[in-house]
């Protein structure tokens, strides 16, 4: 059975950092892109980063450029999100996806059940 599980989230004051992890089980990932979505509460889910299967290629959205960091360790089959200078419109729930194609796409192969981070002003 194929699982993506995150962790890392959690409550945070503006202005701090959390790090987000996904791990995946079930098969080997190195040849998927993976990557992150958030949803917060009454809005769609949306991009936030997603990095290629080779590890060299990757996208952010506006958003969150220059404060996330995406890496991830093919060899421990998880996918990581660097989360500094947090804002409260940062909040949402974080899912992490993955997908054998497409870099970022909302109907991924794979989805995690998600992590929620919070962020206080």
């Known amino acids: 059975q194929v699982q993506l599980v995150e962790s890392g989230g959690g409550l945070v004051q503006a202005g701090g950092s959390l790090r987000l992890s996904c791990a995946a089980s079930g098969r080997t990932f190195s040849g998927y892109n993976m990557g992150w979505y958030r949803q917060a509460p009454g809005k769609e889910r949306e991009f936030v980063a997603g990095m290629h299967w080779n590890g060299r290629n990757y996208a952010y959205s506006d958003s969150v450029k220059g404060r996330f960091t995406i890496s991830r360790d093919n060899a421990k089959n998880t996918v990581y999100l660097q989360m500094n200078s947090l804002k409260p419109e940062d909040t949402a729930i974080y899912y992490c996806?993955?997908?054998?194609?497409?870099?970022?796409?909302?109907?991924?192969?794979?989805w995690g059940q998600g992590t929620q981070v919070s962020v206080s002003s």
């Open positions: 996806y993955a997908d054998p194609i497409r870099l970022y796409s909302d109907r991924p192969d794979y």
